[in-house]
Protein backbone atom coordinates (compact mmCIF):
# COMPACT_ATOMS: atom_id res chain seq x y z
CA UNK A 1 0.00 0.00 0.00
CA UNK A 2 1.33 3.15 -1.13
CA UNK A 3 0.98 6.65 1.29
CA UNK A 4 0.86 9.59 0.16
CA UNK A 5 3.29 12.27 1.09
CA UNK A 6 0.85 14.02 3.46
CA UNK A 7 -0.41 11.24 5.40
CA UNK A 8 3.29 10.16 5.93
CA UNK A 9 3.44 13.45 7.16
CA UNK A 10 0.98 13.19 9.67
CA UNK A 11 1.32 9.56 10.63
CA UNK A 12 2.48 8.71 14.71
CA UNK A 13 5.16 6.60 12.72
CA UNK A 14 6.84 9.73 11.50
CA UNK A 15 9.16 10.31 14.09
CA UNK A 16 10.89 13.72 12.30
CA UNK A 17 7.33 15.16 12.88
CA UNK A 18 6.98 14.16 16.34
CA UNK A 19 10.12 16.24 16.88
CA UNK A 20 9.12 19.30 14.61
CA UNK A 21 6.12 19.42 16.98
CA UNK A 22 7.60 18.81 19.90
CA UNK A 23 10.47 21.29 19.49
CA UNK A 24 7.33 23.83 18.68
CA UNK A 25 5.34 22.89 21.93
CA UNK A 26 8.78 23.18 23.73
CA UNK A 27 9.74 26.38 22.48
CA UNK A 28 6.09 27.96 23.25
CA UNK A 29 6.44 26.29 26.96
CA UNK A 30 10.28 28.14 26.66
CA UNK A 31 8.71 31.90 25.46
CA UNK A 32 5.82 31.46 28.31
CA UNK A 33 8.73 30.71 31.26
CA UNK A 34 10.95 33.48 30.18
CA UNK A 35 8.07 36.01 29.93
CA UNK A 36 7.28 34.95 33.30
CA UNK A 37 10.96 35.33 34.65
CA UNK A 38 10.78 38.36 32.69
CA UNK A 39 7.75 39.46 34.52
CA UNK A 40 8.16 38.58 37.99
CA UNK A 41 12.33 40.57 37.24
CA UNK A 42 10.02 43.71 36.39
CA UNK A 43 8.00 43.21 39.26
CA UNK A 44 10.70 42.99 41.58
CA UNK A 45 12.54 46.21 39.72
CA UNK A 46 9.76 48.48 39.80
CA UNK A 47 8.89 47.12 43.98
CA UNK A 48 12.72 47.86 44.81
CA UNK A 49 12.90 50.90 42.73
CA UNK A 50 9.29 52.39 43.91
CA UNK A 51 11.35 52.21 47.18
CA UNK A 52 13.65 55.04 46.39
CA UNK A 53 12.46 57.15 43.45
CA UNK A 54 11.24 60.91 44.20
CA UNK A 55 8.15 60.25 42.04
CA UNK A 56 6.84 57.65 44.00
CA UNK A 57 5.43 58.74 47.92
CA UNK A 58 7.64 57.82 50.73
CA UNK A 59 6.94 54.85 52.21
CA UNK A 60 4.26 54.48 55.12
CA UNK A 61 3.53 52.06 58.08
CA UNK A 62 3.11 49.04 56.54
CA UNK A 63 3.58 49.97 53.12
CA UNK A 64 2.45 47.20 50.64
CA UNK A 65 5.46 47.61 48.69
CA UNK A 66 8.05 47.15 51.40
CA UNK A 67 5.69 43.77 52.07
CA UNK A 68 6.20 42.66 48.47
CA UNK A 69 9.79 43.46 48.94
CA UNK A 70 9.94 41.42 51.66
CA UNK A 71 8.04 38.85 50.33
CA UNK A 72 10.64 38.71 47.51
CA UNK A 73 13.09 38.29 49.77
CA UNK A 74 11.74 35.59 51.80
CA UNK A 75 11.32 34.01 48.31
CA UNK A 76 14.98 34.34 47.32
CA UNK A 77 15.82 32.46 50.97
CA UNK A 78 13.32 30.12 50.44
CA UNK A 79 14.09 28.72 47.14
CA UNK A 80 17.96 28.86 47.99
CA UNK A 81 16.57 26.53 50.79
CA UNK A 82 15.13 24.27 48.78
CA UNK A 83 17.14 24.08 45.91
CA UNK A 84 20.58 25.87 46.64
CA UNK A 85 20.22 28.75 44.06
CA UNK A 86 19.00 32.42 44.39
CA UNK A 87 17.19 33.22 41.42
CA UNK A 88 18.76 35.58 38.74
CA UNK A 89 14.73 37.13 38.49
CA UNK A 90 15.32 38.51 41.97
CA UNK A 91 19.18 39.11 42.24
CA UNK A 92 19.77 41.04 38.84
CA UNK A 93 16.46 43.63 39.00
CA UNK A 94 17.87 44.65 42.52
CA UNK A 95 21.23 45.28 41.30
CA UNK A 96 19.83 47.19 38.74
CA UNK A 97 17.78 48.84 40.74
CA UNK A 98 20.94 50.21 42.90
CA UNK A 99 22.72 51.31 40.09
CA UNK A 100 19.73 53.33 39.05
CA UNK A 101 19.24 54.45 42.75
CA UNK A 102 22.98 55.90 42.78
CA UNK A 103 22.25 57.96 39.97
CA UNK A 104 19.00 59.35 40.74
CA UNK A 105 19.91 59.57 44.49
CA UNK A 106 23.85 60.56 43.20
CA UNK A 107 24.96 58.24 46.03
CA UNK A 108 28.15 55.51 44.67
CA UNK A 109 28.43 54.42 48.11
CA UNK A 110 26.86 50.60 46.94
CA UNK A 111 30.41 50.70 45.04
CA UNK A 112 32.49 50.22 47.79
CA UNK A 113 29.78 47.14 49.65
CA UNK A 114 30.38 45.90 45.87
CA UNK A 115 33.76 46.03 45.45
CA UNK A 116 34.30 44.52 49.26
CA UNK A 117 31.91 41.77 48.25
CA UNK A 118 33.24 40.99 45.40
CA UNK A 119 36.29 40.06 47.16
CA UNK A 120 34.60 37.92 49.15
CA UNK A 121 33.07 36.36 46.19
CA UNK A 122 36.56 35.85 44.69
CA UNK A 123 37.67 33.79 47.77
CA UNK A 124 34.82 31.59 47.66
CA UNK A 125 33.25 32.92 51.06
CA UNK A 126 30.22 33.01 49.16
CA UNK A 127 28.05 31.72 46.27
CA UNK A 128 27.54 33.86 43.31
CA UNK A 129 23.47 33.70 43.80
CA UNK A 130 24.10 34.85 47.45
CA UNK A 131 26.45 37.51 46.55
CA UNK A 132 23.99 38.71 43.76
CA UNK A 133 21.11 38.84 46.40
CA UNK A 134 23.92 40.89 49.14
CA UNK A 135 24.79 43.02 45.52
CA UNK A 136 21.33 43.78 45.22
CA UNK A 137 20.42 44.67 48.91
CA UNK A 138 23.25 46.60 49.43
CA UNK A 139 22.33 48.77 46.41
CA UNK A 140 19.09 49.70 47.48
CA UNK A 141 20.99 49.88 51.08
CA UNK A 142 24.28 51.14 51.11
CA UNK A 143 24.21 52.15 54.67
CA UNK A 144 26.05 51.63 57.46
CA UNK A 145 23.00 50.64 59.41
CA UNK A 146 22.06 48.28 57.37
CA UNK A 147 25.76 46.56 56.93
CA UNK A 148 25.15 46.76 61.46
CA UNK A 149 21.96 44.68 60.85
CA UNK A 150 23.16 42.36 58.23
CA UNK A 151 26.30 41.58 60.72
CA UNK A 152 24.22 41.08 63.47
CA UNK A 153 21.81 38.91 62.07
CA UNK A 154 24.54 36.78 60.42
CA UNK A 155 26.40 36.54 63.43
CA UNK A 156 23.14 35.27 65.63
CA UNK A 157 22.36 32.53 62.72
CA UNK A 158 25.89 31.47 62.05
CA UNK A 159 27.58 31.54 65.11
CA UNK A 160 25.13 28.86 66.51
CA UNK A 161 25.47 26.38 63.65
CA UNK A 162 28.86 26.69 63.55
CA UNK A 163 29.10 26.23 67.42
CA UNK A 164 26.61 23.13 67.09
CA UNK A 165 28.89 21.41 64.54
CA UNK A 166 32.32 21.87 66.67
CA UNK A 167 30.48 20.74 69.43
CA UNK A 168 29.31 17.29 67.17
CA UNK A 169 32.69 17.34 66.03
CA UNK A 170 35.13 17.28 68.79
CA UNK A 171 35.08 18.83 72.23
CA UNK A 172 35.01 22.56 71.67
CA UNK A 173 37.43 24.02 74.39
CA UNK A 174 39.70 21.12 72.90
CA UNK A 175 39.77 23.15 70.10
CA UNK A 176 40.00 26.52 71.50
CA UNK A 177 42.70 25.36 73.24
CA UNK A 178 44.36 24.32 69.99
CA UNK A 179 43.69 27.48 68.45
CA UNK A 180 45.15 29.45 71.13
CA UNK A 181 48.43 27.47 70.93
CA UNK A 182 48.54 27.78 67.37
CA UNK A 183 48.27 31.26 67.48
CA UNK A 184 51.02 31.31 70.35
CA UNK A 185 53.45 29.38 67.84
CA UNK A 186 52.57 31.43 65.32
CA UNK A 187 53.52 35.01 66.94
CA UNK A 188 56.67 33.45 68.31
CA UNK A 189 57.58 32.64 64.92
CA UNK A 190 56.72 36.05 63.21
CA UNK A 191 59.10 37.62 66.57
CA UNK A 192 61.78 35.22 65.82
CA UNK A 193 61.52 35.99 61.83
CA UNK A 194 60.60 32.31 60.96
CA UNK A 195 57.25 33.57 59.55
CA UNK A 196 56.88 36.93 57.64
CA UNK A 197 53.17 38.42 57.63
CA UNK A 198 53.22 37.54 53.81
CA UNK A 199 53.32 33.71 55.09
CA UNK A 200 50.27 34.28 57.29
CA UNK A 201 48.73 36.01 54.45
CA UNK A 202 49.26 32.81 52.33
CA UNK A 203 48.23 30.51 55.00
CA UNK A 204 44.52 32.52 55.51
CA UNK A 205 44.35 32.23 51.30
CA UNK A 206 45.10 28.65 51.43
CA UNK A 207 42.19 27.88 54.15
CA UNK A 208 39.48 29.53 52.26
CA UNK A 209 37.17 26.88 50.03
CA UNK A 210 37.52 26.12 46.66
CA UNK A 211 35.06 26.79 44.13
CA UNK A 212 34.05 22.98 44.42
CA UNK A 213 34.09 22.96 47.66
CA UNK A 214 31.88 25.93 48.49
CA UNK A 215 29.43 23.77 45.93
CA UNK A 216 29.54 20.75 47.36
CA UNK A 217 29.93 21.65 51.22
CA UNK A 218 28.53 25.14 51.34
CA UNK A 219 24.91 25.85 53.16
CA UNK A 220 22.18 27.53 51.57
CA UNK A 221 22.06 30.51 54.16
CA UNK A 222 20.30 32.75 51.39
CA UNK A 223 17.52 33.13 53.74
CA UNK A 224 20.13 34.83 56.58
CA UNK A 225 20.42 37.64 54.11
CA UNK A 226 17.14 38.01 53.22
CA UNK A 227 16.07 38.18 57.23
CA UNK A 228 18.29 40.82 57.31
CA UNK A 229 16.82 43.10 54.70
CA UNK A 230 13.55 42.53 55.80
CA UNK A 231 14.70 43.15 59.51
CA UNK A 232 16.01 46.57 58.46
CA UNK A 233 12.99 47.42 56.37
CA UNK A 234 10.62 46.48 59.31
CA UNK A 235 13.16 48.31 61.82
CA UNK A 236 14.76 51.19 59.89
CA UNK A 237 12.72 52.35 57.40
CA UNK A 238 9.51 54.14 57.77
CA UNK A 239 7.11 51.23 56.71
CA UNK A 240 8.50 50.14 60.31
CA UNK A 241 9.79 51.55 63.39
CA UNK A 242 11.65 54.04 61.55
CA UNK A 243 14.17 54.57 63.56
CA UNK A 244 16.37 55.84 61.46
CA UNK A 245 14.88 58.81 61.23
CA UNK A 246 13.59 59.26 65.01
CA UNK A 247 16.31 60.34 66.25
CA UNK B 1 51.28 40.37 37.58
CA UNK B 2 49.28 40.47 34.48
CA UNK B 3 48.25 36.62 34.55
CA UNK B 4 46.74 36.70 37.73
CA UNK B 5 44.99 40.30 37.09
CA UNK B 6 43.48 38.50 34.32
CA UNK B 7 43.05 35.01 36.01
CA UNK B 8 41.09 37.53 38.85
CA UNK B 9 38.80 39.06 36.11
CA UNK B 10 37.97 35.33 35.11
CA UNK B 11 36.65 34.52 37.86
CA UNK B 12 34.55 37.75 38.31
CA UNK B 13 32.62 37.37 34.85
CA UNK B 14 31.63 33.75 36.47
CA UNK B 15 29.64 35.62 38.55
CA UNK B 16 27.13 36.10 36.18
CA UNK B 17 25.91 33.00 35.33
CA UNK B 18 26.66 31.88 38.69
CA UNK B 19 23.33 31.19 41.06
CA UNK B 20 24.74 29.05 43.68
CA UNK B 21 23.15 29.95 46.72
CA UNK B 22 25.74 28.57 49.38
CA UNK B 23 27.80 29.89 52.11
CA UNK B 24 30.88 29.00 53.82
CA UNK B 25 29.81 29.79 56.96
CA UNK B 26 33.09 29.68 58.82
CA UNK B 27 34.63 32.33 56.51
CA UNK B 28 31.63 34.31 56.50
CA UNK B 29 31.94 34.91 60.64
CA UNK B 30 35.76 35.29 60.17
CA UNK B 31 35.02 37.94 57.32
CA UNK B 32 32.59 39.94 59.44
CA UNK B 33 34.33 39.82 62.90
CA UNK B 34 37.44 40.98 60.97
CA UNK B 35 35.33 44.07 58.85
CA UNK B 36 34.09 44.58 62.42
CA UNK B 37 37.57 44.74 64.15
CA UNK B 38 38.57 46.54 60.87
CA UNK B 39 35.41 49.38 61.25
CA UNK B 40 35.60 49.86 65.32
CA UNK B 41 39.64 50.48 64.78
CA UNK B 42 38.93 52.95 62.27
CA UNK B 43 37.18 54.88 64.15
CA UNK B 44 38.78 54.85 67.55
CA UNK B 45 41.99 55.75 65.93
CA UNK B 46 39.72 58.88 64.21
CA UNK B 47 38.33 59.50 67.40
CA UNK B 48 41.96 59.20 69.34
CA UNK B 49 42.80 62.22 66.29
CA UNK B 50 40.00 64.27 66.56
CA UNK B 51 41.11 64.21 70.75
CA UNK B 52 44.91 64.83 69.99
CA UNK B 53 43.90 67.45 66.97
CA UNK B 54 41.01 69.61 69.41
CA UNK B 55 43.53 69.64 72.59
CA UNK B 56 46.13 71.00 70.04
CA UNK B 57 43.44 73.20 69.07
CA UNK B 58 42.32 74.70 72.02
CA UNK B 59 45.63 75.58 73.19
CA UNK B 60 46.78 77.18 70.30
CA UNK B 61 43.15 79.71 70.40
CA UNK B 62 43.26 79.92 74.35
CA UNK B 63 46.82 81.44 74.03
CA UNK B 64 45.72 83.45 70.85
CA UNK B 65 42.36 85.15 72.90
CA UNK B 66 45.10 85.71 76.06
CA UNK B 67 47.00 88.28 73.25
CA UNK B 68 43.52 88.67 71.65
CA UNK B 69 40.68 89.04 73.90
CA UNK B 70 37.74 89.54 71.50
CA UNK B 71 38.76 87.86 69.05
CA UNK B 72 36.76 84.71 69.29
CA UNK B 73 35.83 83.79 66.30
CA UNK B 74 38.89 84.06 65.02
CA UNK B 75 39.91 81.60 67.55
CA UNK B 76 36.75 79.61 66.58
CA UNK B 77 38.30 79.48 62.75
CA UNK B 78 41.59 78.52 63.52
CA UNK B 79 40.00 75.68 66.10
CA UNK B 80 37.71 74.58 62.80
CA UNK B 81 40.90 75.02 61.08
CA UNK B 82 43.11 72.47 62.88
CA UNK B 83 40.23 70.19 63.39
CA UNK B 84 39.65 69.78 59.54
CA UNK B 85 42.96 70.04 58.42
CA UNK B 86 43.75 67.02 60.22
CA UNK B 87 40.87 65.11 60.97
CA UNK B 88 39.05 63.47 57.97
CA UNK B 89 35.66 64.97 57.23
CA UNK B 90 34.13 67.93 57.73
CA UNK B 91 34.32 70.42 60.98
CA UNK B 92 30.78 72.53 60.58
CA UNK B 93 30.13 71.91 64.49
CA UNK B 94 33.07 73.09 66.15
CA UNK B 95 31.80 75.50 69.63
CA UNK B 96 34.18 77.45 71.19
CA UNK B 97 32.88 79.24 74.24
CA UNK B 98 35.46 81.72 75.98
CA UNK B 99 34.92 83.39 79.48
CA UNK B 100 36.77 85.47 81.96
CA UNK B 101 37.03 84.30 85.96
CA UNK B 102 38.44 86.09 88.82
CA UNK B 103 40.03 83.08 90.98
CA UNK B 104 41.69 83.91 94.30
CA UNK B 105 42.70 87.59 92.52
CA UNK B 106 44.07 85.73 89.77
CA UNK B 107 42.07 86.31 86.37
CA UNK B 108 42.08 83.60 84.18
CA UNK B 109 40.83 83.14 80.70
CA UNK B 110 38.31 79.58 80.24
CA UNK B 111 38.43 78.26 77.13
CA UNK B 112 36.35 75.56 76.24
CA UNK B 113 36.28 73.85 72.65
CA UNK B 114 33.54 70.37 71.43
CA UNK B 115 33.40 69.27 68.40
CA UNK B 116 31.09 66.71 67.75
CA UNK B 117 32.08 63.36 66.89
CA UNK B 118 30.24 62.29 64.14
CA UNK B 119 29.89 58.52 62.58
CA UNK B 120 27.84 59.16 59.79
CA UNK B 121 24.58 57.40 59.64
CA UNK B 122 25.30 56.05 63.01
CA UNK B 123 23.45 58.99 64.84
CA UNK B 124 20.68 57.02 65.41
CA UNK B 125 22.31 54.79 67.49
CA UNK B 126 25.04 57.01 69.66
CA UNK B 127 24.03 59.89 71.48
CA UNK B 128 25.00 62.94 71.11
CA UNK B 129 29.00 62.07 71.20
CA UNK B 130 31.32 64.51 71.08
CA UNK B 131 34.93 65.32 71.82
CA UNK B 132 35.70 68.42 74.39
CA UNK B 133 38.61 70.25 75.54
CA UNK B 134 39.58 72.99 78.05
CA UNK B 135 42.13 75.33 78.78
CA UNK B 136 42.82 77.54 81.57
CA UNK B 137 44.98 80.35 81.22
CA UNK B 138 45.66 83.37 83.45
CA UNK B 139 44.75 86.67 81.53
CA UNK B 140 47.54 89.13 82.17
CA UNK B 141 45.54 91.98 80.58
CA UNK B 142 42.70 91.59 82.92
CA UNK B 143 39.21 90.21 83.68
CA UNK B 144 37.63 91.93 80.55
CA UNK B 145 34.50 90.95 78.69
CA UNK B 146 35.30 88.16 76.01
CA UNK B 147 33.32 90.10 72.52
CA UNK B 148 30.23 88.08 71.68
CA UNK B 149 30.59 85.33 74.21
CA UNK B 150 28.35 82.29 73.57
CA UNK B 151 26.19 80.98 76.45
CA UNK B 152 27.32 77.25 77.43
CA UNK B 153 24.30 74.87 76.21
CA UNK B 154 22.01 74.08 78.93
CA UNK B 155 20.80 70.91 79.24
CA UNK B 156 16.77 71.41 80.82
CA UNK B 157 16.41 67.91 82.20
CA UNK B 158 12.29 69.23 83.19
CA UNK B 159 10.01 70.75 81.09
CA UNK B 160 10.38 74.58 80.65
CA UNK B 161 7.73 76.86 82.20
CA UNK B 162 5.37 77.98 79.57
CA UNK B 163 5.33 81.23 81.28
CA UNK B 164 7.98 83.71 80.68
CA UNK B 165 8.81 85.40 84.43
CA UNK B 166 10.24 88.84 84.25
CA UNK B 167 14.25 89.12 84.54
CA UNK B 168 13.92 90.27 88.17
CA UNK B 169 12.14 87.26 89.28
CA UNK B 170 13.73 84.66 87.28
CA UNK B 171 14.81 81.71 88.94
CA UNK B 172 15.97 78.30 87.49
CA UNK B 173 13.98 75.95 88.97
CA UNK B 174 15.48 72.89 86.32
CA UNK B 175 18.87 71.64 86.51
CA UNK B 176 21.86 72.97 84.63
CA UNK B 177 25.11 71.83 83.42
CA UNK B 178 28.14 73.00 85.19
CA UNK B 179 31.48 71.61 84.75
CA UNK B 180 34.07 71.03 87.83
CA UNK B 181 37.16 73.28 87.30
CA UNK B 182 39.54 71.33 88.96
CA UNK B 183 38.82 68.38 91.80
CA UNK B 184 36.43 69.07 94.23
CA UNK B 185 35.12 67.45 97.44
CA UNK B 186 31.71 66.91 97.60
CA UNK B 187 30.19 67.69 101.31
CA UNK B 188 26.72 66.96 102.82
CA UNK B 189 26.09 70.77 103.03
CA UNK B 190 27.09 73.80 102.39
CA UNK B 191 30.06 74.55 104.03
CA UNK B 192 33.50 73.02 105.38
CA UNK B 193 31.93 71.78 108.44
CA UNK B 194 29.94 69.18 106.78
CA UNK B 195 31.64 65.78 105.94
CA UNK B 196 33.12 65.01 102.32
CA UNK B 197 30.74 62.26 100.94
CA UNK B 198 32.39 62.28 97.49
CA UNK B 199 35.06 63.00 94.73
CA UNK B 200 34.61 65.36 91.75
CA UNK B 201 37.33 64.82 88.80
CA UNK B 202 38.43 67.55 87.01
CA UNK B 203 36.23 68.32 83.93
CA UNK B 204 33.61 66.06 85.05
CA UNK B 205 30.20 67.30 84.32
CA UNK B 206 27.52 67.65 86.78
CA UNK B 207 23.63 68.80 86.93
CA UNK B 208 23.77 71.85 89.28
CA UNK B 209 20.12 72.31 91.14
CA UNK B 210 20.45 74.98 93.21
CA UNK B 211 22.58 77.14 96.16
CA UNK B 212 22.88 78.40 99.63
CA UNK B 213 22.07 81.76 100.62
CA UNK B 214 25.04 83.03 100.40
CA UNK B 215 25.77 81.73 96.97
CA UNK B 216 29.29 80.10 97.86
CA UNK B 217 28.40 76.58 97.56
CA UNK B 218 26.05 74.84 94.95
CA UNK B 219 24.39 72.11 94.87
CA UNK B 220 24.85 69.14 92.67
CA UNK B 221 24.00 65.96 91.16
CA UNK B 222 26.71 64.07 90.68
CA UNK B 223 25.25 60.38 91.64
CA UNK B 224 23.66 61.52 94.90
CA UNK B 225 23.32 64.86 95.96
CA UNK B 226 25.63 66.82 97.77
CA UNK B 227 27.33 70.15 97.48
CA UNK B 228 30.34 71.84 96.55
CA UNK B 229 31.86 74.82 96.90
CA UNK B 230 30.81 77.48 93.94
CA UNK B 231 33.76 78.62 92.75
CA UNK B 232 35.15 75.43 91.43
CA UNK B 233 32.04 74.69 89.42
CA UNK B 234 32.05 76.17 86.27
CA UNK B 235 28.20 77.05 84.82
CA UNK B 236 27.06 79.57 82.55
CA UNK B 237 23.76 80.80 84.78
CA UNK B 238 24.42 83.57 87.24
CA UNK B 239 24.91 81.73 90.80
CA UNK B 240 22.27 84.08 92.37
CA UNK B 241 19.76 83.01 89.29
CA UNK B 242 19.40 79.66 90.91
CA UNK B 243 17.15 78.60 93.80
CA UNK B 244 18.38 78.37 96.82
CA UNK B 245 17.78 75.30 98.40
CA UNK B 246 17.86 74.67 102.67
CA UNK B 247 21.09 73.38 104.14
CA UNK B 248 20.86 70.32 105.91
CA UNK B 249 21.33 69.69 109.44
CA UNK B 250 25.36 69.21 110.83
CA UNK B 251 25.77 66.10 110.82
CA UNK B 252 27.67 64.35 114.03
CA UNK B 253 31.49 63.61 113.62
CA UNK B 254 32.96 60.34 114.02
CA UNK B 255 34.28 60.39 117.60
CA UNK B 256 37.53 58.99 116.90
CA UNK B 257 40.15 61.57 115.65
CA UNK B 258 43.30 60.49 114.07
CA UNK B 259 46.12 60.36 115.08
CA UNK B 260 48.21 63.25 114.05
CA UNK B 261 46.05 66.45 112.43
CA UNK B 262 47.92 69.62 112.26
CA UNK B 263 47.46 73.06 110.98
CA UNK B 264 48.91 75.99 111.67
CA UNK B 265 49.53 79.54 110.45
CA UNK B 266 52.29 81.29 111.14
CA UNK B 267 52.07 84.79 111.96
CA UNK B 268 48.39 84.65 112.47
CA UNK B 269 48.36 88.26 111.77
CA UNK B 270 49.30 89.97 109.37
CA UNK B 271 49.22 93.47 107.37
CA UNK B 272 48.08 94.06 104.21
CA UNK B 273 50.94 92.93 101.81
CA UNK B 274 52.59 90.75 104.13
CA UNK B 275 52.27 86.91 104.04
CA UNK B 276 52.24 84.01 105.95
CA UNK B 277 53.33 80.10 105.99
CA UNK B 278 50.61 77.16 106.53
CA UNK B 279 51.95 73.82 107.58
CA UNK B 280 50.04 70.78 107.97
CA UNK B 281 50.67 67.47 108.77
CA UNK B 282 48.33 64.59 108.36
CA UNK B 283 49.65 61.07 108.84
CA UNK B 284 47.67 58.00 107.52
CA UNK B 285 45.30 60.71 105.56
CA UNK B 286 43.92 59.04 102.15
CA UNK B 287 43.68 62.57 100.58
CA UNK B 288 43.89 66.17 102.12
CA UNK B 289 42.03 69.22 101.12
CA UNK B 290 42.97 72.77 102.10
CA UNK B 291 40.31 74.92 101.27
CA UNK B 292 38.87 72.55 98.73
CA UNK B 293 41.82 71.72 96.54
CA UNK B 294 43.55 68.76 96.66
CA UNK B 295 47.11 69.06 98.60
CA UNK B 296 49.79 67.00 99.65
CA UNK B 297 49.53 65.01 103.22
CA UNK B 298 52.24 67.25 105.00
CA UNK B 299 53.58 70.07 103.69
CA UNK B 300 53.36 74.23 103.35
CA UNK B 301 51.92 77.10 101.47
CA UNK B 302 52.33 80.71 101.75
CA UNK B 303 49.29 83.15 101.95
CA UNK B 304 49.22 86.00 101.01
CA UNK B 305 45.95 87.13 102.10
CA UNK B 306 43.99 90.85 102.00
CA UNK B 307 41.03 90.12 103.88
CA UNK B 308 40.69 87.98 107.38
CA UNK B 309 40.83 84.66 105.46
CA UNK B 310 40.06 81.31 106.86
CA UNK B 311 42.01 78.08 106.15
CA UNK B 312 40.29 74.80 106.53
CA UNK B 313 42.33 71.64 106.22
CA UNK B 314 40.04 68.55 105.45
CA UNK B 315 41.53 65.07 105.68
CA UNK B 316 39.84 61.80 104.95
CA UNK B 317 40.85 58.15 106.96
CA UNK B 318 39.52 54.98 105.48
CA UNK B 319 37.33 56.48 102.84
CA UNK B 320 34.39 57.02 105.69
CA UNK B 321 35.68 59.31 108.01
CA UNK B 322 36.57 62.76 107.50
CA UNK B 323 38.33 65.62 110.12
CA UNK B 324 38.80 69.43 109.41
CA UNK B 325 41.46 72.09 110.96
CA UNK B 326 41.04 75.24 110.58
CA UNK B 327 43.41 78.27 110.93
CA UNK B 328 42.04 81.62 110.66
CA UNK B 329 44.35 84.53 109.34
CA UNK B 330 43.53 88.14 110.57
CA UNK B 331 44.51 91.68 108.70
CA UNK B 332 44.93 94.92 110.10
CA UNK B 333 45.00 97.61 107.66
CA UNK B 334 49.37 98.65 107.27
CA UNK B 335 48.26 101.94 108.80
CA UNK B 336 47.66 100.75 112.10
CA UNK B 337 50.19 99.87 114.68
Given at each position: ????????????????A???????L??????V????????????F?????????????????????????????????????????????????????????????????????????????????GG?????L????GL???????????I??????????????????????????????????????????????????????????????????D???????????????????????W???? | ?????????????????????????????V????????????E????????????????H?????????????????????????N????????????K???????????V??????????????L?????E????????????????????????L???????????????????????????????G???????????????????????????W??????????????????????????????????????????R???????????V?????????????????L??????????????????????????????R??D???K?????????
Amino acid sequence: METTKNEWAESPLNTNAIDARVSYLTILKKAVVVFLRLLTAFTVFLVAWSLFDPRFAPLTFLDPRALVLASILLAAGAIDLAKGVVPIEITYPLMLAGIVRAMVVGDPSFLLYWFALAIIYLFNVVGGGDMKLLMGMFGLWPHLEFFIVMEIVIIATHLPIVLYRRLQIENLRAQCRMFFAWVRVKLIDLTIGEATPNDFLRQAIAHCPTSEALSQRGDRLAIAFSLAGIIYLVLMTSAGLNWRLRV
Amino acid sequence: MRRRFFHVLKNLSNVWRDERGTVSIEMALVTLILSAVLFGGVEIMRYGLLRYHLDRATYHAARYLVLNPNATDAARAMVRAEVEHNVLGNADNVQLYAKSARREGRCLLIVETRVRYEIEELNWLLVDPSAESVQVWPQPSGCRELAARPQLPTRTLTPTPTSIPTLAQRVRLDLIEGVAMVNANIRLGPGFEYAIVGRLAEKEVVQVRGRDETATWLQVLPERIGWVYAPLIQIDEPVSSLQIVAAPPLPLRTPAPPARLLLDAVPKVLKVGECAWLRWDTADADFVTLNEKDVALQGEQKVCPTVDTKYVLSASYDQDRFFDREVKIMIYPAGDP
